[in-house]
Antibody, heavy 123, light 107 residues
Framework: EVRLVQSGAQVKKPGESLKISCEGS????????IGWVRQKPGKGLEWMGL????????AYSPSFQGQVIISVDKSVSSAYLQWSSLKASDTATYFC????????????????WGQGTTVTVSS | SFELTQPPSVSVSPGQTARITCSAD??????AFWFQQKPGQAPVLLIY???ERPSGIPERFSGSSSGTTVTLTISGVQAEDEADYYC??????????FGGGTKLTVL
C-alpha cells in the first residue's frame, strides 16, 4: 500500500523554529514529486511547493517563497517542511501529497496524501 | 498566475444530481482536477484531466469541461457525499492553484 505518514501535531511559540516530516512507503520514493499544502482553520487549500526526491529540485509558490524551506532525505524516504521563525499566522494543518502519475504521464496534481500535521503557534 | 472561482455552497436532496462549477480563463487551455475533503480528513482526488476518474472513485462522480468552466457532477447524491469540494489546476511552470472550495450540503 502506498502511504505518506506525517509527523505529529506541534504547539510552538512565535519566533521558534520547526521542521515537520512526511515519510513515504510502498513505492519508490525517489521517483515521485512530493508537494506541501496548507489549510488554515476553517479555510481552503493553498499549494506551497514541491520537491523531487531524486535530485532535490524544488519549486515554491510565490506566496511561500522565502517563508519556508522544503527539503528531502531520500535515504529515509522523507520530505520536510521547515520554518526558521514561526508566526501566529502559520497556525494551520499542513498536508504532504505525492504527485499523481498514471499511464506513463504525470499530472500537476496529487493523489496520495498524508494525514496532515497541525501546527499551532501561540504565545 | 490565475484564480479559480467556485460557488461557496451547493445544496441538493439525496438521489438528485449536484453540479459544482469552477471558472477561470486559463481553464480553456489547461487541465482541471477535483478533490473531495471531509471534515478532519485529507483531500481525495476525484477527477483528473478534466474528466478522468482515478481507480477506486465511484462512477457517480464525473467531470466535464466547456470553454473556461469545468464542472464536477455528482449523480445520485448520497448523504456521505456531503463535503467540501475543490478544483485545482496549474499553468505551465507556475504555481499550482486551488479554487476557494464549495461546501456541498445534502438536504
Amino acid at each position: 500500500e502506498v502511504r505518506l505518514v506525517q509527523s505529529g501535531a506541534q504547539v510552538k511559540k512565535p519566533g521558534e523554529s520547526l521542521k515537520i516530516s512526511c515519510e513515504g512507503s510502498g513505492y519508490t520514493f525517489s521517483n515521485y514529486w512530493i508537494g506541501w499544502v496548507r489549510q488554515k482553520p476553517g479555510k481552503g487549500l493553498e499549494w506551497m511547493g514541491l520537491i523531487y526526491p531524486g535530485d532535490s529540485d524544488t519549486a515554491y509558490s510565490p506566496s511561500f517563497q522565502g517563508q519556508v524551506i522544503i527539503s528531502v532525505d531520500k535515504s529515509v524516504s522523507s520530505a520536510y517542511l521547515q520554518w526558521s521563525s514561526l508566526k501566529a499566522s502559520d497556525t494551520a494543518t499542513y498536508f504532504c501529497a505525492r504527485r499523481y502519475c498514471t499511464g506513463g504521464s504525470c499530472y500537476r496534481t496529487m493523489d496520495v496524501w498524508g494525514q496532515g500535521t497541525t501546527v499551532t503557534v501561540s504565545s | 498566475s490565475f484564480e479559480l472561482t467556485q460557488p461557496p455552497s451547493v445544496s441538493v436532496s439525496p438521489g438528485q444530481t449536484a453540479r459544482i462549477t469552477c471558472s477561470a480563463d486559463a481553464l480553456a487551455k489547461i487541465f482541471a482536477f477535483w478533490f473531495q475533503q471531509k471534515p478532519g480528513q485529507a483531500p481525495v482526488l476525484l477527477i483528473y484531466k478534466d474528466s478522468e476518474r482515478p481507480s477506486g472513485i465511484p462512477e457517480r462522480f464525473s467531470g466535464s469541461s466547456s470553454g473556461t468552466t469545468v464542472t464536477l457532477t455528482i449523480s445520485g447524491v448520497q448523504a456521505e457525499d456531503e463535503a467540501d469540494y475543490y478544483c485545482q489546476s496549474a499553468d505551465g511552470t507556475g504555481p499550482w492553484v486551488f479554487g476557494g472550495g464549495t461546501k456541498l450540503t445534502v438536504l
